[in-house]
């Protein structure tokens, strides 16, 4: 009863910009940890991007300086602004989230992706 929903992938030429956004909706009683993973064909899942509810970040070694994750809670939304793209940041990448909904069950929960290739 908890849904994530990703947006802003799409095509860019290396050296560009994307800011992918995900908001969280549905039987929401808290989140914690909100997340940006990324998958390549070929590759497994990895982590780019975490922040903790208290506002804590952590980054991939391949992605510190260029990469940046803030959050609304407000909103239940979560942002990753990616600047000097390059083609190894191509990926589908997903929103991961932790919480409880309104029954006070935990879960984890993730969007179903967005598409972010970087080519010339």
């Known amino acids: 009863q908890v849904q994530l929903v990703e947006s802003g992938g799409g095509l860019v030429q290396p050296g560009g910009s994307l800011r992918l956004s995900c908001v969280a909706s549905?039987?929401?009683?808290?989140?914690?940890?909100m997340g940006w993973y990324r998958q390549a064909p070929g590759k497994e899942r990895e982590l780019v991007a975490g922040?903790?509810?208290?506002?804590?970040?952590k980054y991939a070694d391949s992605v510190k300086g260029r990469f940046t994750i803030s959050r609304d809670n407000d909103k239940n939304t979560v942002y990753l602004q990616m600047n000097s793209l390059n083609p190894e940041d191509t990926a589908v990448y997903y929103c991961n989230a932790d919480g409880f909904d309104t029954d006070y069950t935990p879960g984890n929960y993730w969007g179903q992706g967005t598409q972010v290739t970087v080519s010339s």
């Open positions: 922040m903790s509810n208290d506002g804590d970040t």
């Open positions: 549905g039987s929401i009683l808290r989140l914690f940890a």
